[in-house]
Structure formats: C-alpha cells, structure tokens
C-alpha cells in the first residue's frame, strides 16, 4: 500500500497515513474549547436547567411556545448561525468546529433536532448552492433567528428514492412564479417555519429542481404534529402546497438540479449526525457512572462490578474510537475546501466538492456513529435497572430519541450500500482510487510474506491488523465481484457485509492514528497516553471479530467448494487472532471514567 496520503475521500483504504497529518480532538484551538464550552453552558442551563421531569414534560406535551423560547434564545448567542458566512450574521465556522458544535448541542435532547434542521438541511441549500441576492435575502434572517427554515424533501411516496418524488412545479401563464402543488412529510421545525427549501419537478422533468419557498407566499396547509417515538420536543409536519406561488428568482441552482443539492446536503447532514451520535454516547456514559456511582447492592456501588464496568467502558471507547474518525474528517473535509478555493472554485462550490470529495467516510460515520449510540443508550437503561425503565430518570428519552438516528439521512441500509457503491465509483468509473492495483497486490504479500508492517515499533501488532483490515475488504470485495459481477449490487446482503469491514478499516485506523501522534507529541502525560492506547486497542479487537464475521457471511453468500475454502482461508489468515485481554482492557477504560466521573477522554 501506498505511504503516500492523497487527500482523497476513500483513498485511506489504499494508503498508510502519517500521523502527523490527521487532525485529533486533542489539537482544538482555545477557541473552539470556548465554542464547545458556550454550547454545552446554553445546554446545561436552557434544557437541564429545566430538570429532568421538566425536559420530559416538554418532551410530552410538544410545548411549542417553550421550544421556540428556546430557539430565541440560542439564535441571541449566535447558535442559528453557526454554518453561515460573517458577511450575513453568522459565524462562519469552519467545518471541523461545526462538528464541536453538532457533538456538543446533542446535549440539548430533542431540541438538538429543531436547532439542526435549521443550521444544517434548513440553511445550507442556501449557503451551498444561493445566488448573491437569495443569500443577502435569506441567510441573515436564519442566522439571527428571526427566520426558521424547514426543508422538505420526503414525500409518502418518495423517502430513500427521493428523486420519484411527485410534488409538481408549473409556471404560470406571466412566466413569473411556478406553482406547487404536492404533498411532504416528515418535515422537521415544519409547524412554525418561515422558509422551506423545497424540491419538486418542472414539467414532468425525470430530476427534481429545487425552491426557496415562504409560508408567506400563500398556498401551504400544514398537517398536524406527528405522534413520533422520540425526538417529541421537536415540530414535525405534513406540508401541503396547493398551487404555492414561488416567484422564478427563487429557484436554487437551476432546473433539475434539485436532486443534486439534495444528495450533496446529506453529505453533510450525515457526518454532522456522526457528531451528535458521538455527543449522545458521551452522555449516556456520563449518566451510566453517575449512577453507578451511587447506586448500592450488595454493600457496595454497582460501578465496582464487572458486568456494568463492561458496558461503561465499552460506550467509551467507542466515543473516543468515532470521535477520532469524525474530527479526522471533518478537517480533511476543511483541506479540501481550502485546496478548492485555492483553485478558484466559488466559496459554495467548494463547500459542496469538498463534502461531495468524503461521500464514502460521511455515510461511513453516520452508520457507526448511530449504532454505536443505540448501544449506549441502551445499556445505560440497563445500568440504571428499573429506574432506565421510568421517566424520571431521562434515560428513557434519550433511548426513544436516539432511534430515529438510524432512519434519517438515509436509513444506514442505505448509506452502507452507499459507502461501498461510492467507493466501487470512484476506483472503477472515474479511476480517482486504484483499488486494483491494491487488489492484485494483496494476495502476493501473503504468498510472500512481505508485510512491512508486521509488529514495528510502537503499536506495531495494530497496525498490521489495520492494513489487513484494509486487505480483507479487497480481498472480499474483489472476490464476489468476480463471481458475482453487476450482480454484486443486487445482492444487497453481502454489499452491507463489505461496508461494515470498509467501516472498521476506517475508524481503526483513525484510533491508531490519533494515539500515535499523542505518543510523538513532546510532553505527553504517559498516564493519559496509555490509557488511550488502551482504549484503541480494544477497539480493533473487537472491530476484527466483527470484520471477520462479516467477511465469514459475504464469502459464505457467494461462494462454495475450492472457492469458499481458498478464500475463506485468506480471510482467516488476514483475521488472526488479536492476542489482548478485553475484560482487562474494558475495566481500565471503565475505571478511569468511574473515577472521574464523567467520559474519561
């Protein structure tokens, strides 16, 4: 595999990266220490200030004078504005510190979705892809909060297959507006918005375009606030357009366009997920020690117990595993804008090349990021018992709230067979990955026995598991695609096996990055730094038991006789055991949380 790292979304599974070019939390400027602290200070007084049974009572009721108090309030400390450029009110944050944000508002339940629709899905298609006059128009009102924008996509018809949408645009007789008239759902801040980014189709064209669109225009019936599982302290609606007229300077981009701002915002909206995921996991670890702490069976806390030190230091190390993937991203994400713009691309479309450059890693993120929260918030009901189990403890709400992670931005069926179709892209159409030159490669150095990463240095063992990680996706992949050639995309099953192995390479790799860098870092507290190297540990030992579960069932779906046994053979070859004790590992990252109290990163 290549040394060399190429600034190129999906290339980290062709090349070895240094470490002294990722970006890790531990880098964080004072300012965005300070951005961080500002959030997690409105959170703690706006939402937890309010007490546990009055954020579940709200959490109930769907109050929503008392969420727009809220909104009001965040949009005074400049929060509504935090994706938008200074020249228009906001803040003009970079990418990276809009993640800080998204980790650290998660803190704010349910209304963590009301401010996220408006700083990401509702304004971006504005910031991304407005003209001058719809951004001096548009954006300042957003950023102050005078303005709160919705953006409506999904239709009863039209959820995953977004672009079958039926919601029609015609333009009238004076060629001055084009009228909708259509049908959306699912429309989150929708029963209080005063500006919608719609997307509907001009003439029956086969791609949707897409609109700026006022409550004010006219023409827009609003359904009822849907009964939901979760995420009830936030306003979701039907919306109806009925002959809604939008004057013709409010179209976005250009006709037909509107499906391309649609997929190129869920870039964004994913990896921002991945970042609330990990804030969400940080907070049930939190709890889950506070608790611990405190509860008393058998003479002594229940922290001090194995079975609940396995659950807290496994949330934990999962938070730190895939916060360092996301900030890694994140910042390779601000690179390529800065690379972009440096070529003369407009500030816009360098925003939008650049997110479009991490396709792969943002689906990648949102998938483990969400599952990795759904195991947080589900063992730490099981911490708290029967009390997990009532309201008064918040546990609870969180356990509702994060289930919808899995389902928007793309369900992560979707984004895993998205990950992969996109990698498959970009090596086999566009030719912007050798995948397989690495491919071919990969059976020769286990022939050879050539691995010049075998057991060097410091974390020597690790690294050779990452990069056979990466070898056993090529393998796989390779493998079914010769056997099973287009068919492989209709064999959905195996291509969710390759995105998990893809998913694993990845993160692993970023925790082995980020640790290698804090032992080259001059004065390192040795303490800190093996504790981090503990908690990367564990987390490649159990990525390879998964990995190799997954490359088990692909090869077992397509293969038999001599194929299976050969293949299957290099599989486990490149899956060996991982010689560590997990229990031990788990009870050091547990008790150093236990001990702090808190996340222990």
């Known amino acids: 595999m290549s040394s060399k790292s190429a600034l190129k979304g999906g290339s980290f599974l062709v090349t070895q990266e240094d470490p002294g070019n990722v970006f890790i939390p531990e880098a964080f400027t004072e300012e965005q220490k300070m951005i961080a602290d500002m959030v997690k200070d409105f959170c703690l007084k706006e939402i937890h200030g309010l007490g546990i049974e009055r954020a579940a009572a709200l959490d109930a009721s769907k109050d929503m004078d008392t969420i727009l108090d809220i909104f009001r309030k965040a949009s005074e400390l400049g929060l509504c504005g935090v994706s938008i450029d200074e020249q228009y009110g906001g803040m003009g944050l970079d990418f990276n510190t809009g993640l800080i944000f998204g980790e650290v508002i998660a803190l704010a339940f349910s209304f963590a979705t009301t401010i996220g629709a408006q700083t990401s899905i509702g304004s971006l298609p504005i910031v991304y892809y407005g003209n001058e006059e719809q951004k001096a128009k548009y954006l300042p009102g957003i950023a102050s909060g005078e303005l709160v924008a919705a953006y409506a996509l999904t239709e009863p018809g039209a959820g995953s297959d977004a672009n079958s949408g039926k919601t029609t645009a015609t333009l009238n007789a004076d060629g001055t507006h084009y009228l909708l008239n259509g049908q959306k759902m699912w429309i989150t801040n929708g029963g209080f918005a005063d500006v919608f980014v719609v997307f509907a189709k001009v003439d029956g064209d086969k791609n949707l375009s897409a609109f700026i669109v006022e409550k004010a225009f ?175 403890t918040g546990m609870e709400m969180g356990y509702r709230d994060a289930r919808i992670t899995r389902i928007y931005e793309g369900t992560n069926e979707i984004n895993r067979m998205l990950s992969v179709g996109e990698l498959m892209k970009r090596a086999y159409q566009t030719k912007e990955i050798d995948l397989m030159s690495a491919t071919k490669e990969v059976p020769v150095q286990m022939v050879s026995a050539i691995n010049p990463f075998a057991a060097k240095g410091f974390l020597g063992k690790e690294t050779e598991i990452v990069e056979n990680l990466k070898k056993l996706f090529l393998l796989v992949s390779a493998a079914a695609g010769r056997k099973l050639k287009l068919k492989l995309v209709d064999e959905q099953e195996i291509v969710m096996n390759l995105a998990d192995i893809l998913a694993e390479s990845f993160v692993c790799e970023s925790v082995l990055l980020r640790v290698k860098k804090l032992a080259a870092t001059e004065g390192i507290d040795k303490a800190e730094l093996e504790l981090k190297k503990v908690a990367a540990q564990l987390y490649i030992y159990e990525a390879l038991s998964k990995a190799r579960k997954a490359a088990e069932d692909a090869i077992a779906s397509y293969a038999k006789g001599a194929e299976k046994f050969v293949t299957q053979r290099l599989a486990d070859t490149l899956t060996m055991a991982y010689d560590v004790n997990p229990k031990e590992l788990r009870r050091q990252v547990a008790r150093a949380a236990i001990s702090k109290g808190d996340y222990p990163f």
Request: neutral net charge; charged residues 25%; glycine residues 14%.
């Open 218 to 392: 006219g023409g827009i019936e609003l359904g009822k606030e849907e009964k939901k599982l979760g995420i009830k302290a936030s306003s979701t609606v039907q919306v109806f357009f009925n002959n809604c007229p939008v004057p013709v300077e409010n179209m976005l981009a250009g006709r037909g366009e509107g499906f391309k701002i649609a997929l190129n915002i869920l870039n964004s909206g994913r990896i921002k997920l991945g970042a609330g995921s990990v804030g969400g996991i940080k907070y049930a670890c939190m709890k889950s020690v506070e608790y611990a702490t405190q509860r008393y069976q058998f003479g002594k806390p229940i922290s001090d117990f194995g079975a609940i030190q396995q659950k807290i230091g496994q949330m934990a190390v999962q938070a730190f595993a895939i916060e360092s993937a996301l900030y890694r991203t994140g910042y390779n994400i601000d690179r390529k804008y800065d690379e972009f713009k440096a070529a003369g691309d407009a500030d816009g479309d360098a925003k939008v090349k650049a997110l479009r450059e991490y396709a792969v890693e943002c689906a990648l993120l949102k998938v483990t990021g969400s599952e990795a929260l759904a195991y947080a918030v589900d063992e730490g009901i099981q911490v708290y018992g029967g009390m997990g189990y009532s309201m008064e």
